[in-house]
Structures are given as C-alpha cells and as structure tokens.
C-alpha cells in the first residue's frame, strides 16, 4: 500500500530523487502524495498534492524546495478522504513524519493531546504521530528520547520514519507490523518500505525487524530493539532490479509482465530441477507432512486452492483458508500439520498475522514468497522462493504463475521427486505459455465487442478450473471495473443460472479432464439461456462445443499439473484488452494497492 522513502546525504538537494523513488513505489497504489525537507536554516518544508506524483513533481517544480535530507510518501486512503490536507508527510514547526500501517489508538490518543493543547489538522491516524513527538519535544527529549519515549505507546502496525527541525544529520525510524528497510550508500542512506525505492542509489540492504528503532545518518544506521538494546541486523546484498522498473517497448508493466512469464515459470522450475535425475528437489522444503493448511489472500489464496487440488493427488490432505478470516478462528496445532503460507510481496498483513498466530500456537510453516529478505521469509520456518522478480503492475500476473508452479513442484517432490512423466509437464509449461501469448486477436476482438459495455460476467469451471475462474473473474473485476462472479460450473442450476440472459458474457473453461462431460453439460444449461459463451478448451474439446461458442480459444493440450498455468494465462490477456478498450489505469486500478500492508 502506502510508500515511503527517506533520504540523507552530506550535501546536496534530496527533492528530485524523493519524488523518483515515488514514482519507482506507484505500483504499490495510492491516492496522495507529498514530501519534506529540512532547508538550509534546518527548518522544516512541506509540499503535498492528491493524485498522482506527477502533480507533485509540477508542484516543486513550480514552488521548488532544497535540502540534504527530507522524507516523502505516497498515501492510500484508510482514515480521511484522499484530499490535500490529509496527505503526508504530517507536519509541525519542530517534526515531519511519515507513517504506513494503522495507529488503532489514535482517538485515545488525539483526545488527550487536544486537552493538552495541540491543534489537528486531518482527519488522519498518523497526525497524532507528530504531535506525540511534539509533546516530547516540550517535555525536553532530544528527538532520539522522543522517539523511545513516543513509540510504545502506539498501537497496531505502523513504519514511520521522522526528521526533526534542526537536525539536518539524521532520520529516525519505527517498525512494527510493517515493512521498513534501511540502504546504505557511500556517505548517504535511505529508509524505504520497498527496496526497489532506493535500488539505482544502493545495493546494501538492512530489514527493520519488529520493535527496532533506527537512526540513519549519511551511510550508517544504528538500531535498537524494543528492550532499547542496542542490535545488529544483517547486511543484504540487493540483486540486480532497476531493469525490472523499465517497462521497455510494452505499453503497461502489466502487458510486460504477461510477456515474461514463460521466463520466470522456466526460471522458478530450474530452482527446484534436477537435470541429471529429471526431478525435483528442494533443499529448503520440510519433509512430507501428513496434513496441509495453506493461508493467503487474494490471487495467492486463489493459487492455494489450486496447491490443494495437486497435494490432495498426491495423497496429502489439505485445507485452504483465507487469511484474514482463519486469524481470528480457533486452530490447534499439531505434530502432522504443516501450515503454508503464499504471499507474492511477503508483506500482507493479514497472511503474516496469520504465521505468527499459528507459530503462537506452536506450528510449523513454510513460506511461497517472491521477495527475499521480506518480513514473510524471515519469519517462516522454511521458505520457497518464485523467481518472478519484481512485480510492477498491482493486478499480479507472473507472480500467479510463479506461485503454481512452485506449488506444482512442491505436490512433486513430496511425492519422492515425480515422475518422468510427471515433471516433462511442468518442462513444457513455458513453450506453452509463449504459444498462448502469440494469439491476442480473440481477445481484442471481445474487448471490443461484447465486453466493451457489458455490466456484468460470469465464469465458470469445475476442480482445479474452478479456482482459476476464480483469478480469472478477479481480474476482470480488478482492471475493467465490470462486475464478474466464478462458479463451479455445478453449481449454476442452484440459483446463477437466473441471471444468463442474451446479453451476459459467460467465460468456460472447459479442458478434456475427467470432469469434460460434466463441463460441457453446463455450457449446453448456459447455451439453452442465449448466454454468451467465451469456451477455453483444447483440440479435443473443440469440436464438441464449438457450436456453442460466441467465441471458442483453443489452448494447447494439458494435463493436471499443467492446466492451472496454460488457462490462466488467457484470462489475463482478456482482462488486460478489456481495460484497454474500456480505457481503465491498467497498472494502478482504483482504489487498489499492490500489497496490503493493513488489516
């Protein structure tokens, strides 16, 4: 969600490189932004705009401000309106901060502070951050003691990172609950919620665990835990990933990032490839467990569903929950369950909340994650990294993928490593992605016809197409803002089916599985209604139920484990023409945020 960066040199004017970090952290999602820094006289200036960065980088463009150290942000809406007056960086005469997460207690906390004199502003939970720090500045606390004596008294998640009026050599940083990394550069450094903010200016990386407080001056950090104890955190080493923030000749980092997935799926698979034996291994996986949980959110809990139909194959029983909801569930661990978590950024709040309740209980984990170093991988007992690298666009695509085929290779190896058979599957995935990417007529052409103005969808399929529905509806929803719902196929005639009419477009897919019959007898329910049937099926199928068809794609030939990525992969393709033609923000959806840093 929101981003922040902060910036410290020996000299020079920060401003410019603040607002290009902010544009290197839209891909997170957000409604405002703004910056400060500490000019010549060591007092603190302001500029803030809603909208986009663009509209800030005109701002100081046309109002100008210079400094060597300063703070910037990028907000999305959860106390306020995304207006001006409650975009950060907050400010008073003697502190600017800027703040992710939530302050649970900030009308507590307001309530008292207004009685002891302070004025606000916003209508905002982390404007009682400043005044906080305000408070301890009156009561003589150095801005170093006005952070500890601050800090502990805020609850929920938060990362917020302060400069003070009058000292130019130095920011001050909080973590709990949200991610925030340290960059070391030769005589400056940097505070971000995403590495990829500081990745032209720095490669040496720190993360903030839980309860650290940090000051940073130029090129050196010093940390302390919440006992106050003074700590060392391990220097990261950052790969290569400027590139990453190039969309290049693509239109949109999400068209980009189809483009790449047959490279990250073959990258991801080679990590956990035994070319000598054709099999599977995985050094960083736990031994088979009698039982699965698997949590997530989102696509990633989509991607989990999938993961249960394979591990189920392979003789593990499995049970998906969304994160957000098994939080707050009573779970009892035990010696036979492994729990799984799936998260692309490793940062969504309610998937972490998640880990640490179960680790409360005494259970075990591991971790499919994207990013390296983030709070997820730390945590988690064990940890599988996709190979996706970083993800731009917030309707994630290759991080999807990546996701599958990690879970895919898992079902493998617990297996005893898979078959010959088995894993020349997942080989094959890749060329068959860049088959699919080499046909996009079809979907221009429904982007332009039925869907341009349709109102509504509707997707179906049954076992593992079912949740690739799902993801596929999800998209649609996400990028074209048109109302989609996913159905197993079975259960249209309990009550959906009233809503196929002529003018619906109704997305089936329908592979040549164990479940084809069943699948074509619902399409025969839809066609009977004059529904608008989209039919994704292989040669086999085809012939079958091209009479049916507004519109039938023949995707190539698949088999259990290969289905969930080749069928996806279209869905993408239709959601990203119908938001061109719809002329929707592709890369950054309304109201949405790439990670979910808040509950």
């Known amino acids: 969600m929101c981003g922040i960066i902060g910036i410290i040199r020996q000299s020079g004017n920060v401003t410019s490189d603040m607002v290009a970090a902010l544009q290197r952290l839209e891909y997170r999602g957000y409604d405002s932004a703004g910056l400060s820094v500490l000019n010549a006289d060591g007092q603190i200036e302001r500029r803030r705009t809603s909208g986009k960065v663009s509209a800030l980088l005109d701002l100081t463009t046309k109002h100008p401000l210079s400094g060597p150290v300063g703070i910037a942000h990028t907000r999305w809406a959860t106390h306020g ?45 982390s404007e009682v951050i400043v005044h906080l720090l305000e408070e301890a500045l009156r009561q003589g606390h150095t ?6 004596w601050a800090v502990p008294q805020f609850h929920g998640a938060f990362a917020i990172v302060a400069v003070f009026a009058g000292d130019p050599h130095h920011l001050y940083a909080a973590v709990k609950g949200s991610p ?99 099999t599977v291994i995985m050094e960083d996986a736990p031994p088979r467990p009698r039982r699965v949980d698997i949590m997530a959110c989102g696509t990633s809990y989509f991607a989990g569903m999938v993961g249960q139909t394979w591990l189920e194959r392979a003789g593990i029983p499995t049970q998906v929950h969304i994160a957000s909801e098994f939080r707050y569930r009573p779970y009892f661990a035990d010696s036979d369950t492994l729990s799984l ?22 259970g075990r984990s591991l971790a499919i994650v994207n990013v390296a170093g983030s709070s997820l991988h730390r945590l988690a007992h064990h940890t599988l990294l996709t190979k996706a690298g970083p993800e731009i666009g917030v309707a994630s695509t ?47 052409d429904l982007a332009h016809g039925i869907f341009r103005h349709a109102q509504s969808a509707l997707f179906i399929g049954r076992g593992p197409s079912y949740a690739v529905a799902l993801e596929g509806a999800l998209k649609l929803k996400e990028l074209s803002y048109i109302h989609a719902e996913a159905l197993a196929a079975g259960e249209l005639k309990h009550g959906s089916i009233a809503l196929v009419d002529e003018h619906l477009p109704v997305v089936a897919l329908a592979p040549t599985d164990a479940l084809f019959e069943k699948t074509a007898s619902n399409i025969e329910e839809i066609a009977a209604r004059q529904g608008q049937l989209i039919i994704l099926t292989d040669r086999q199928g085809a012939p079958r139920l091209q009479r049916f068809a507004h519109t039938l794609i023949t995707l190539p030939e698949t088999t259990p484990l290969s289905m969930p990525l ?34």
């Open 81 to 125: 309106k995304p207006v001006e007056q409650n975009a950060h960086p907050h400010t008073s005469a003697s502190v600017s901060v800027v703040h992710n997460g939530i302050i649970e207690n900030y009308m507590a906390l307001k309530q008292t502070l207004i009685a002891a004199g302070h004025r606000f502003d916003s209508e905002t939970d």
């Open 341 to 362: 978590f799936i998260s692309q950024s490793g940062e969504t709040a309610d998937t972490l909340a998640a880990l640490k309740y179960v680790h409360g209980q005494g």
């Open 143 to 148: 801005p170093s003691q006005a952070m500890a």
């Open 180 to 278: 925030l990394v340290v960059g070391l550069g030769e005589g400056e450094g940097y505070l971000a919620s995403d590495a990829l903010a500081f990745a032209p200016y720095a490669t040496r990386a720190i993360y903030l665990q839980d309860g650290d407080l940090a000051i940073l001056s130029a090129g050196h950090v010093s940390i302390t835990d919440d006992t106050g104890t003074p700590v060392t955190r391990p220097i990261v080493i950052l790969p290569p990933s400027v590139a990453a923030l190039d969309r290049g000749p693509y239109r949109h980092f999400m068209a980009k990032e189809m483009d790449e997935q047959p490279i990250v799926t073959a990258s991801t698979l080679r990590s956990f490839w035994d070319p000598v034996h054709e």
């Open 398 to 444: 290759k991080a999807f993928t990546t996701q599958l085929m990690t879970l895919a290779a898992l079902s493998l190896f617990w297996q005893g490593g898979g078959h010959a058979e088995e894993t020349g599957e997942l080989v094959s995935i890749p060329g068959h992605l860049r088959h699919v990417l080499n046909v996009t007529a079809p979907y221009h």
């Open 566 to 599: 080749i069928y996806t992969l279209p869905l993408q393709l239709l959601a990203y023409h119908v938001a061109l033609a719809r002329g929707t923000d592709i890369d950054q959806p309304r109201n949405l945020a790439k990670s979910v840093t808040v509950e």
